[in-house]
Structures are given as C-alpha cells and as structure tokens.
C-alpha cells in the first residue's frame, strides 16, 4: 500500500523546536518530489516547505524561512521538516505530500497543493504562548 506517514507533532512552548517526518512506504521517494503544508482551523491549507527529488533544491514559504528546513535521506525513505523558533501562529495540522518528478536534473520544486498526488494524514503541531 503507498502511503506518507508522518510524525513528531506535539505540544511545545513558544520559542521550542519539533522535528516532523515523513516516511513513506510502498514507492520509491527518491522518485519524487516532497513538500510540507499545515492547516490551522478554519484557514486553507497552506504551503510551507518544499525539497527537490534529487534534494538539492529547496524552497520555503516566507512565514517560516528562517526558523523551518526541510530535507530528505534517501536511504531511510523519509523526507523531515525541523522547526524552529516556533510562534503560536505556527499551530496547525502538517501534512506531508508527494509527487513523481520525471525531470532530468530533479531539482524542480512544487509548491502548490493541486501539484500533489499523494498525502499523509496529518500531524497536529501545537505551539503555547
């Protein structure tokens, strides 16, 4: 079964850090391109980070350069998002998604949620004031 599976949500004071990860299982990650979105209740769901297939490239959403990285090991399968610096506004449910990336260099970036084939259910990220 292909799935994303994510983790490492939790409750952290402001100013703390969490590190999510998404595992994925039955495809091959390397193959795709990744990228992280949260929702906070009653908003959209919105981009967050996003990481090349081959890893080299990645791209962030203003609201969190700076304080968030994403990255990828190809070996474990899994693509991470480390958070920093966490603010209240940063409380929200995140959510994995993947897409197949046929390119040639792989180093495109997608940053838009109809870009995505494949999510994860999500993990809840509360940050206390």
């Known amino acids: 079964q292909v799935q994303l599976v994510e983790s490492g949500g939790g409750l952290v004071q402001t100013g703390g850090s969490l590190r999510l990860s998404c595992a994925a299982t039955g495809l091959t990650f390397s193959s795709d391109a990744a990228g992280w979105f949260r929702q906070a209740p009653g908003k959209e769901r919105e981009f967050v980070a996003a990481?090349?297939?081959?890893?080299?490239?990645?791209y962030y959403a203003d609201s969190v350069k700076g304080r968030f990285t994403i990255s990828r090991d190809h070996a474990k399968n899994t693509v991470y998002l480390q958070m920093n610096s966490l603010k209240p506004e940063d409380t929200a449910v995140y959510y994995c998604?993947?897409?197949?990336?046929?390119?040639?260099?792989?180093?495109?970036?997608?940053?838009?949620?109809?870009?995505?084939?494949?999510w994860g259910q999500g993990t809840q990220v509360t940050v206390s004031s």
């Open positions: 990481i090349s297939r081959s890893g080299g490239n990645t």
């Open positions: 998604a993947a897409r197949e990336d046929y390119s040639y260099s792989g180093s495109f970036l997608y940053t838009a949620r109809r870009e995505y084939a494949l």
